[in-house]
């Protein structure tokens, strides 16, 4: 996998930098076109960032033959914010901010799926950022700016103080909706035809195929599967909240309740019931379909399995697992976008 990208950021008053938006990021570029950048910004292989003046960035709309990466250059041309060329020769874990914010844009973009990359270091890369109406401030230099807003008459608003932007101010795919934008980091995979509601929330590195109905939360590594309804406040065990190793997929056709929760890997036509979390641990009752008693398994046997319908037997308590043989289909006109 190789990327590369035009980039323009943010930088604090040390000259590291805070962000990068890398408009129309390309993934296994052309070699013709690597090589004649290359040429021009004196690169030489590997993975490397290499900041951008107003005659180098001359020089490669000049140089290229690509006519939309040209045109990014000529936008970029005379900017007051600093350029960056970023190019990732090998999938390893992260060095710098310019490559973590690539990758986030590369999953945003569509372009890899959660999990194809590496991300190792991320956290310890990506810089807190203070996310303002003026754009990406370092924290450390956030009050002085504070001072001179008020001085000037004005409050200096502060969306939120954290590692990840929101997605929807670097890219927006095609075919979807975002009730609340805040809930959607950069780094989210929004499939074609998916819906986030206001209580939504996609993690970095996780996402949806597409169509989907995400009113809960997709956790980081997680993927849902085409036509799966995550409920209200319905949660998906991520690795970074349950501290495991097991990476949670959902199936196609899934539905897990409101307030429900699945800390398993699903096949594709399972049902969690509302108020429901199963945990990888859980001691689950195995129903045959003329709900006669199998067995008694914790529930990470029946990892990755189809048609299967939780539920917590309203008399006693226990939880069981019975056969699903109807397919959740969503209704359509929730996921239209036009």
């Not at 140089?63 to 020769?89: H, W, Y």
């Not at 992260?94 to 990359?117: D, F, G, I």
């Not at 807190?128 to 370092?138: E, L, P, S």
């Not at 805040?182 to 169509?211: C, D, F």
Request: hydrophobic share 40%; proline share 4%.
């Amino acid at each position: 996998m190789y990327s590369f990208a035009f980039g323009i950021g943010t930088k604090n008053l040390k000259q590291d930098w805070l962000e990068v938006f890398f408009p129309e990021p390309l993934l296994n570029p052309d070699n013709q076109l690597i090589k004649q950048i290359a040429s021009l910004v004196d690169y030489g292989g590997g993975n490397k960032n290499i900041d951008l003046d107003d005659d180098q960035i001359r020089a490669l709309i000049d140089g290229i033959d690509e006519p939309r990466q040209q045109s990014i250059l000529s936008t970029m041309k005379g900017s007051s914010n600093p350029c960056v060329a970023t190019f990732i020769e090998t999938d390893i874990g992260l060095s710098s901010t310019p490559e973590a914010y690539l990758k986030l844009h590369l999953l945003s973009y569509r372009y890899v799926k959660p999990n194809e990359q590496n991300l190792d270091n991320l956290f310890a890369i990506l810089p807190n950022v203070a996310w303002t109406d003026i754009g990406a401030v370092d924290p450390a230099e956030l009050g002085e700016l504070q001072l001179k807003a008020r001085a000037e008459g004005r409050i200096m608003e502060v969306a939120g103080v954290d590692k990840f932007p929101k997605m929807t101010n670097y890219v927006v795919p095609a075919g979807i909706r975002i009730a609340h934008s805040a809930r959607v980091r950069l780094g989210a995979y929004v499939g074609e035809g998916t819906t986030v509601m206001h209580e939504g929330l996609v993690n970095y590195n996780a996402g949806a195929i597409g169509p989907n109905m995400i009113e809960g939360r997709v956790s980081q590594g997680v993927l849902l599967d085409a036509g799966t309804d995550l409920g209200g406040s319905a949660s998906t065990m991520g690795t970074l909240s349950g501290g495991g190793k097991h990476i949670v997929s959902i199936g196609k056709d899934c539905l897990i309740g409101a307030n429900a929760g699945c800390g398993i890997s699903l096949g594709d036509r399972c049902t969690i019931e509302a108020g429901l979390y199963i945990t990888a641990g859980a001691v689950v009752q195995v129903l045959d379909e003329d709900r006669n008693f199998v067995r008694t398994v914790k529930a990470r046997e029946l990892s990755g399995q189809n048609d299967m319908l939780f539920i917590r037997n309203s008399q006693n308590g226990v939880v069981e697992c019975r056969t699903n043989k109807n397919a959740i289909s969503l209704n359509e006109s929730l996921h239209a976008h036009n």
